[in-house]
């Protein structure tokens, strides 16, 4: 289970970075990524995924479909 940031929407604002508990997200080649393989959707420190409450565009940051 994981977060990735569709690309498409990312501002690169770089707001949720520093709020992973997991330090999970990097400023990629053209906007703000996920590590697929640390991200814990916050799950054991957060009752909420931070980088989605923290980010301030709508549907930019969704879960990975199975
Ligand atoms: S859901 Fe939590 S662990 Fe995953 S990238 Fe966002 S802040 Fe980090
Ligand atoms: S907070 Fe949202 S818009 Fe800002 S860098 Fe992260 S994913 Fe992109």
Redesign the pocket.
Known sequence: MALY??AE?????????PVCPTAS?F?GKI??E?TKSTCTECEGDYDVPQ?VK????DN??LPIAA
């Open positions: 940031i569709v929407e990312c501002i690169s604002c770089g707001d949720c970075e997200i400023e906007v703000f996920i980088c923290v980010c301030p565009v930019c940051i």
